[in-house]
């Protein structure tokens, strides 16, 4: 798995973005939003009330248009589209081909030992 791969919620498999299908539930009165899921279109949630097919979002447009439509919408239960801050870390020293945890331009083994701290997202 590369490190950008779009990995389904429900099977934990990856996915191309033309299998893929962003879905979420909207309340009644159209303010809540929840249970974003991002999986293959096989696999969304049957309970889902909308979705969006990933093919779409990919898009600069679509993308931006499908954010905006977030705004102003309350999600009682946001953390599930929190990031790891781990995950992060290891993404952020990955796109500088570091080691996560160590300073740029340290000797990877020292700096791993000697330095294990975490700046992600705090
Ligand atoms: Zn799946």
């Known amino acids: 798995m590369s490190e950008y791969d779009l990995v389904c919620d429900v099977c934990a498999i990856t996915m191309e973005p033309r299998d893929a299908v962003v879905t979420w539930v909207s309340k009644a009165d159209g303010r809540e939003e929840q ?5 293959h279109i096989a696999c969304a949630p049957p309970g889902a009330t909308n979705r ?3 093919k779409l979002l990919v898009g600069p447009n679509t993308f931006l248009e499908f954010v905006s439509d977030r705004f102003g919408k309350a999600n ?3 953390d599930p589209l929190r ?3 781990a995950e992060m870390d290891s993404l952020r020293a990955a ?3 570091a080691e996560p945890g ?3 331009g340290a000797p990877a083994a020292a700096g791993a030992a000697a330095n294990p701290k975490d700046e ?3």
Not at 35 to 39: G, K, N, R, S, V
Request: charged share 25%; glycine share 14%.
């Open 83 to 85: 990031a790891n801050p």
């Open 95 to 97: 796109s500088f081909g």
């Open 35 to 39: 249970d974003f899921t991002l999986a």
């Open 102 to 104: 160590v300073k740029f």
């Open 120 to 122: 992600g997202g705090k």
């Open 52 to 54: 969006k097919e990933v």
């Open 76 to 78: 009682p239960d946001p």
